[in-house]
C-alpha cells in the first residue's frame, strides 16, 4: 500500500476552498487541514459543515474570536507547515 500524500492548504477563501475539497476526493492525498487568519464567512460555513477540515491559524490570528464563535482550531499554522509533506497556498 502507497502512503498517501500528506496536504495543507495555506488561505481559506474561494480558491482554498476549491483545493481542499479537491484534495479531499483524491485518493492517493490526505488533507491535513487547512490555515487561515480570520473567521471569514467560508470559516463560518465550515463550522457549519460539521468542521470536515482541521482548523489552524497563521500567525497574527486572534484565536478569541475563533473562540467566540465556537469554531475549533487544531493549532497553529507552523504545526501544519510540519505535519505535511505540501502546502497549497492560496
Same mark, same amino acid.
Given at each position: 500500500?502507497?502512503?498517501?500524500?500528506? %496536504?495543507? %492548504?495555506?488561505? *481559506?477563501?474561494? &480558491?482554498?476552498?476549491? =483545493?481542499?475539497?479537491? /484534495?479531499?476526493?483524491?485518493?492517493?492525498? !490526505?488533507? %491535513?487541514? /487547512?490555515?487561515?487568519?480570520?473567521?471569514? =464567512?467560508? &470559516?463560518?460555513? =465550515? $463550522? !457549519? $459543515?460539521?468542521?470536515? *477540515?482541521? +482548523? *489552524? +491559524?497563521? !500567525?497574527?490570528?486572534?484565536? @478569541? $474570536?475563533?473562540?467566540?464563535?465556537?469554531?475549533? %482550531?487544531?493549532?497553529?499554522?507552523? !504545526? =501544519? &507547515?510540519?505535519? /505535511?509533506? /505540501?502546502?497549497?497556498? @492560496?
Amino acid at each position: 500500500m502507497t502512503k498517501k500524500i500528506r %496536504v495543507g %492548504v495555506a488561505g *481559506y477563501g474561494t &480558491i482554498g476552498q476549491r =483545493l481542499a475539497d479537491g /484534495v479531499a476526493l483524491q485518493g492517493d492525498m !490526505e488533507l %491535513v487541514g /487547512v490555515a487561515d487568519l480570520a473567521p471569514t =464567512l467560508a &470559516i463560518r460555513a =465550515l $463550522k !457549519e $459543515k460539521g468542521m470536515p *477540515y482541521r +482548523l *489552524y +491559524l497563521v !500567525e497574527g490570528a486572534d484565536k @478569541s $474570536k475563533f473562540d467566540a464563535l465556537g469554531i475549533p %482550531v487544531a493549532g497553529t499554522f507552523d !504545526e =501544519l &507547515i510540519h505535519s /505535511v509533506d /505540501v502546502m497549497l497556498d @492560496s
